[in-house]
């Protein structure tokens, strides 16, 4: 079997990647909604790829591998990974899970990520119906300090895209930031896990401050405080520092491509949890690599997963139910309702009571109703399915 075109379309906002064979068997895979850039980089990936075995996945990722880096630039790279698993799988006639070494739970407890910017303590809960565990976006990674004056020492720059705003806050926004999450805790009670998502921007002093505030609370972790979302680098010292300071497990990952990139933070124990993404991380081989190796670390892995769509909630069921012990959760994406007439695979409801069953049809599990699929190409993606 060999690789006879690389493909990518526009459905429903989110570029789908297709890797089409000699042989008739394709893979798919997805990127997020906010990456339309990667259909103009697919030319280069094509001309590498034609003429390949799709079934040797080390093999075939190895050579575009290196057109990958921190996130935003290793999402093609992880996409194409995801669809030739797929290939395998559909050429096995073995779901993804088995050719990854086995699954070690027949349900993957996921949470819920909600309370972008200022929903409220019972919007999140109404939003949690069903979940264990959900997280919450503030200061830095919500836009919140952008509406709120006198939170941050100096002005918002308001410059695009995250990441860019950082700095000290005023004694005001450090206690407002306290008595919101205490306050989403009182509201959530013991009977779901909380989560925050805080940055990244903050200073060294102001992180350990917060996260000392909070151990009360029990929480699951405070996540990319320092550094994260695309961020191109991890600080693993300055981690080590804050984590060192608290009992409130710090977390961080996203956006990191790769292995060797999550060496520090993992061999010097710098966080208490890590959150790749298989969708910028390299794939789903790459992140049980290093779930593996932070297990050995006593590094607890809740794997991102906000944008992936609806292939790439395919591939983190298929990848989480193979991870070790110290898995906790992964991060549900955001499905628009239609997908779920698009796609066909998944279990009906996708989620209960926290957890997703995970299945054993071949590949992602997951297949196209490709006449509905049909109806949301635009006029530049006709032959997609051809």
Known sequence: MKITDVRCAT????????????????????????????????????????????????????????????????SLVSAIEVALWDIAGKAAGLPIHRLLGGKLRDRVRVYNTGGVGYASPTELRQGSEGFTIAKYATAYHGGEFEKLSGHTIGDWDGGPGRGINRGPLTERGLQHQIEKVYALKEQLGDG???????????TLADAIRFAKALEPLNLMWLEDLITGDYSPYTSPGLYRDLTTSTTTPIHTGEQIYLRQNFMDLIEHRAVDVIGPDPLDVGGLAELKWIAEYADLHSISIAPHGIGDGIFGLAALIQVSSTLPQNFIAFECPRIDPPWYDIVQGLPSPVIQDGFVTVGDQPGLGVVFNVEAAKSYLSSDDLDFFD
Not at 16 to 26: A, K, L
Not at 46 to 52: E, K, N, P
Not at 192 to 200: R, T, V
């Open 11 to 74: 459905i429903k906002q989110y570029p789908v990647i297709r890797v089409v064979t000699d042989e008739g068997i394709d893979g798919f895979s997805q990127v997020e909604f906010y990456k339309p850039y990667v259909k103009a980089q697919l030319p280069l990936y094509r001309s590498i790829l034609l003429g390949q075995k799709p079934t040797e996945v080390e093999r075939t990722v190895r050579s575009i591998r290196k057109l990958g880096g921190f996130k935003p630039w290793g």
């Open 192 to 202: 779901i896990g909380l989560a925050m998502d805080c940055g990244p921007g903050w």
